[in-house]
């Protein structure tokens, strides 16, 4: 167990739908991550959330939308979704990188697989 | 921009040694990563290097770095059935002016594949 908690870990839906995954990160950590893995695109940053706010956005869909509540756990919403959605999703979190200096590494979430039909 | 990169599929037999390369392109990383991911489970951090370090090695696994050439390889010695995964190298860009570090960028990930 890494300490970072995704639900579900499956989730089947059709097109069109709106879903949202939810992740915990490890007890201290402050920042959360969120990557879409897919066969055709590899490990892609979507989002990053410290504190409750929004830090950093990658290739993120305006389809999709994420935030981070007072308990530090974050939610990404899919809304709208397409076939090509279909992908693991990752949560991971990390203590605030305040050095260039100063080692940091994510600790991932086992994920949660979306499968649109 | 960043870009990761890294060759798809390597297999090797069992006991022989693995090399799995990767090239970054970003050259503000103070820090450079291997990640693990076995089938089902998320990524685990596996190893790192410290950009200053041109070797590091922990009981079967060896970093490498070539910072001129931006080149980082792992090789895992005595490859076993168990060492078969996906491994990914990352970098963590830092913005230079800042301080502050961008995002975990992956590589594409290098599916091993260990043969009794």
């Known amino acids: 167990d890494s300490g970072v908690t995704q639900t579900p870990k499956h989730l089947i839906t059709a097109t069109g739908q709106r879903v949202t995954l939810r992740c915990s990160p490890r007890?201290?950590?402050?920042?959360v991550y969120w990557y879409q893995q897919s066969l055709d695109q590899g490990l892609q940053f979507l989002i990053h959330?410290?504190?409750?706010?929004?830090?950093a956005k990658g290739n993120i869909l305006e389809r999709f939308s994420a935030q981070q509540f007072p308990d530090l756990h974050s939610e990404l919403n899919l809304s709208s979704l397409e076939l090509g959605d279909s992908a693991l999703y990752f949560c991971?979190?990390?203590?605030?990188?305040?050095?260039?200096?100063?080692?940091?590494?994510?600790?991932f979430g086992s994920g949660t697989r979306l499968t649109v039909v | 921009g960043e870009d990761v990169e890294q060759s798809l599929f390597l297999s090797v037999r069992e006991g022989d040694s693995s090399v799995i390369n990767c090239t970054y392109t970003?050259?503000?990383?103070?820090?450079l990563y291997w990640y693990k991911q076995e089938p089902g489970a998320g990524l685990q951090l596996l190893t790192y290097?410290?950009?200053?370090?041109d070797m590091k090695q922990d009981q079967r696994l060896t970093v490498l770095l070539n910072k001129k050439d931006k080149h980082l390889s792992l090789r895992i010695a005595d490859t076993q059935t168990g060492d078969s995964a996906i491994y990914f190298c990352?970098?963590?860009?830092?913005?230079?002016?800042?301080?502050?570090?961008?995002?975990?960028?992956f590589g594409s990930g290098t599916q091993l594949t260990v043969l009794p």
């Open positions: 007890s201290g950590d402050l920042s």
């Open positions: 990352a970098e963590f860009p830092r913005d230079i002016s800042s301080g502050s570090a961008r995002q975990l960028t």
């Open positions: 290097i410290f950009s200053n370090m």
């Open positions: 970003d050259s503000s990383s103070t820090y």
């Open positions: 991971a979190s990390s203590v605030e990188v305040r050095s260039p200096f100063q080692f940091s590494s994510y600790t």
């Open positions: 959330y410290y504190n409750g706010e929004e830090r």
